[in-house]
């Protein structure tokens, strides 16, 4: 990315905040990597070099290749590298660097000396355990649907459910000895090594998944208009297995969502465009399946309003998936093991084709979809 003099003094005049740094000509190879890395973490920033802590521009010296020590930093004094784009500005007739770092594609990115940084405001901070185990889940080097889950073992599974899901592979589930079934759930994953379930086999299997996974779950609400303060027409918590909560959630949004109509004789004919069933399934199949569950603090959030219907599921974008690509298609499982589970249900598929297909509907009927993240979070706005 290009900047220029304009460019420069409208990032002057915003102050150092998220994703826009200060640094003097001065600074030490280690601060700016901290910077690059903090940056690389979150969702990128820029760095502006030969500009002071209160937004005044002091310059950089000419004898020193600056692009060539920033690219040096990148590559020596970041784990692992990042490219970055540099750009050297005149203004108020001294030269000053602009650094774009991007969102990384290869997080959790460290110093050297081990230490993993996220950008918190204007300042840097090392991350916490929570932060990094999200980052290490972007990553694809860690699955928490693999985690085993405390206190729970094979008394908190449905052996109903187990039994209809192992008859599809010709398994009578019901007639395999207790060691014989402690052996097939292990080399499942629905159960960890140490006898208790996987959050994605309790998420799937559980007789209450939402005893051990608070989380877990979709709030749904329904509005009189376009705001959350119209008049609230229905309100639910859907809990239970994950298939459950696509079914629940589906019929819900088809009652509520609004469709123009009139009456003609004895019919009742739309006068706008109807989604068919399976968007609606696909957004929450999404939601669902691919959010975030390590976050533990909030549930997916399913918004009824008169022009709009609003999926939101905790948890960011893998590091190789940006909002460009989802209208076209691209497969990444944050969780596999839900994945391979809900694939089996006939819920999902690996092949990328679902958000898609939503694109594919809303222009069909004249509509928009949009997909963004908003902090730690996914959004799917969909016009009606």
């Not at 589970?341 to 598929?349: A, G, H, I, K, S």
């Not at 004249?366 to 993240?373: A, C, P, R, S, T």
Request: aromatic share 8%; charged share 25%; net charge negative.
């Amino acid at each position: 990315m290009q900047i220029d003099e304009t460019d420069i003094h409208d990032l002057l005049r915003q102050g150092e905040n998220a994703s826009l740094e200060f640094k003097e000509a001065e600074a030490r190879p280690e601060s700016i990597a901290k910077e690059i890395i903090a940056f690389a973490n979150t969702n990128g920033g820029i760095i502006l070099l030969g500009v002071g802590d209160d937004g005044t521009i002091h310059g950089l010296p000419e004898e020193k290749n600056y692009e060539e020590w920033v690219a040096n930093i990148a590559r020596n004094n970041v784990l692992p590298s990042v490219c970055t784009d540099f750009s050297l500005v005149s203004a108020e007739g001294k030269k000053i660097a602009a650094i774009s770092v991007p969102k990384g594609r290869d997080k959790p990115y460290q110093t050297t000396d081990g230490k993993y940084l996220v950008r918190v405001g204007s300042t840097n901070r090392i991350a916490t355990q929570p932060e990094l185990l999200r980052l290490f889940q972007a990553s694809g080097a860690f699955h928490y649907d693999l985690t085993r889950v405390s206190n729970t073992g094979m008394k908190d599974l449905n052996f109903t459910r187990l039994d209809n899901y192992f008859r599809r592979y010709e398994l009578d589930f019901s007639t395999e000895s207790e060691d014989e079934k402690r052996i097939l759930l292990r080399n499942t994953d629905i159960l960890s090594a140490s006898g208790e379930t996987t959050v994605g086999g309790l998420l799937i299997f559980g007789i209450n998944p939402s005893r051990y996974l608070p989380q877990n779950g979709i709030s749904f609400a329904c509005f009189r208009g376009k705001t959350l303060d119209e008049e609230l027409i229905d309100k639910q918590n859907i809990d239970g297995n994950l298939d459950y909560q696509i079914d629940t959630g589906s019929a819900l949004v088809k009652k509520h969502l609004p469709v123009p109509s009139v009456i003609s004789g004895s019919r009742r004919e739309n006068l706008g465009y109807v989604y068919p069933d399976k968007v609606f399934r696909e957004l929450l199949a999404n939601a669902t399946v691919h959010r975030n569950y390590a976050i533990t603090g909030s549930k997916i959030r399913v918004f009824c309003f008169e022009d709009r219907l609003e999926v939101i599921s905790p948890g960011r974008l893998p590091n190789t998936v940006t909002i460009e690509k989802l209208r076209f298609g691209v497969s990444f499982a944050v969780n596999p093991i839900l994945v391979k589970f809900m694939e089996n249900l006939r819920y999902v598929d690996q092949l990328g084709r679902g958000l898609p297909m939503v694109y594919q509907e809303a222009v069909r009927g004249g509509k928009n979809v949009h997909f963004k993240e908003i902090g730690e979070e996914f959004k799917v706005t969909l016009e009606i």
